[in-house]
Nanobody, 131 residues
Framework: QVQLVESGGGLVQAGGSLRLSCAASGRAFFSAYAIGWFRQAPGKEREFVAAITWSGDSTYYADSVKARFTISRNNARNTVYLQMNSLKPDDTAVYYC???????????????????????WGQGTQVTVSL
């Protein structure tokens, strides 16, 4: 079992920055196959934001956040980060981190974007971007 706790959300003006953290306990992140950030706005489905592989060698981003958001991991701290710059009101959502330690086969890029492939989720952290 693993527990994930997100933090770092808040209220920020458009153009501002936030850094979200996802801390794991119960099992080390370095053994995770992938860690992903997803978000869910009111009335919408949870959507992919970014993901990082177990080695940290590969990252994936939704087109809507590419060049603005950066995902990274610190295995020593058992934490994954999402640095969010140039925030827009459309980025307003609850942000969740998810992870998986198992896989049936090597993932393709689209597999990292599929929330159904993630086994464990945190409780989420609210990000609100005002005009």
């Amino acid at each position: 079992q693993v527990q994930l706790v997100e933090s770092g959300g808040g209220l920020v003006q458009a153009g501002g920055s936030l850094r979200l953290s996802c801390a794991a306990s119960g099992r080390a992140f370095f053994s995770a196959y992938a860690i992903g950030w997803f978000r869910q706005a009111p009335g919408k489905e949870r959507e992919f934001v970014a993901a990082i592989t177990w080695s940290g060698d590969s990252t994936y981003y939704a087109d809507s956040v590419k060049a603005r958001f950066t995902i990274s991991r610190n295995n020593a701290r058992n934490t994954v980060y999402l640095q969010m710059n140039s925030l827009k009101p459309d980025d307003t959502a609850v942000y969740y981190c998810g992870t998986t330690f198992t896989r049936s086969s090597t993932w393709s890029a689209s597999d990292y974007r599929d929330r159904g492939n993630y086994e464990y989720w945190g409780q989420g952290t609210q990000v609100t971007v005002s005009l």
